[in-house]
T-cell receptor, first 114, second 112 residues
């Protein structure tokens, strides 16, 4: 069974500050891990994906995440927040081998203050 | 990565009626997935749809309420049947592309 815990349903940062969104996972098999972003009234857009290659994964819009097996974590970071980063962010876990359903965390709403 | 066109983007429906949501993928995919996102909530998987076989439903979801078709490797539909206000949600389809799972833009359903 797989599960995802996103710590903090709401995160607020100032423009230009570091963004850190936390995600911990549980998986009985080697996982694939994903971060998605959802802007208001839109669908989900893939930010980045971990697939057992490099543990530091770089995604779009300046985001990156580091897979830490020992901590079962896959936290999302961005060095400098921009107003356009305000959105809901979802961490998800799937099983390696592909073609498996994703299990999503409850989401973290990011607010960026001017 | 696969691109998914989903329609309608939104609809307001009367209770007791049904709505069919369509998803068209720009490449052939083995599996497609249908999710529900209730207001202020995360995504919950409704079912997995393979071409040529019946969909596999998750606990709490039944075929009579959410019938799914998957006639070929690029298309799927989800019907929300006999709707009630509790069905008001965003419904999203998904498929695995080369880089990751791609999602349609979602259907925002309001049942009145």
């Amino acid at each position: 069974a797989q599960s995802v815990t996103q710590l903090g349903s709401h995160v607020s940062v100032s423009e230009g500050a570091l963004v850190l969104l936390r995600c911990n996972y549980s998986s009985s098999v080697p996982p694939y891990l994903f971060w998605y972003v959802q802007y208001p009234n839109q669908g989900l857009q893939l930010l980045l994906k971990y697939t057992s290659a490099a543990t530091l994964v770089k995604g779009i819009n300046g985001f990156e995440a580091e897979f830490k097996k020992s901590e079962t974590s896959f936290h999302l970071t961005k060095p400098s927040a921009h107003m356009s980063d305000a959105a809901e962010y979802f961490c998800a876990v799937g099983a390696q081998g592909g073609s498996e359903k994703l299990v999503f965390g409850k989401g973290t709403k990011l607010t960026v203050n001017p | 990565s696969a691109v998914i066109s989903q329609k309608p983007s939104r609809d307001i429906c009367q209770r007791g009626t049904s709505l069919t949501i369509q998803c068209q993928v720009d490449s052939q995919v083995t599996m497609m997935f249908w999710y529900r996102q209730q207001p202020g909530q995360s995504l919950t998987l409704i079912a997995t749809a393979n071409q040529g076989s019946e969909a596999t439903y998750e606990s709490g979801f039944v075929i009579d309420k959410f019938p799914i078709s998957r006639p070929n490797l690029t298309f799927s539909t989800l019907t929300v049947s006999n709707m009630s206000p509790e069905d008001s949600s965003i419904y999203l389809c998904s498929a695995e592309g080369n880089y990751g799972y791609t999602f349609g833009s979602g259907t925002r359903l309001t049942v009145v």
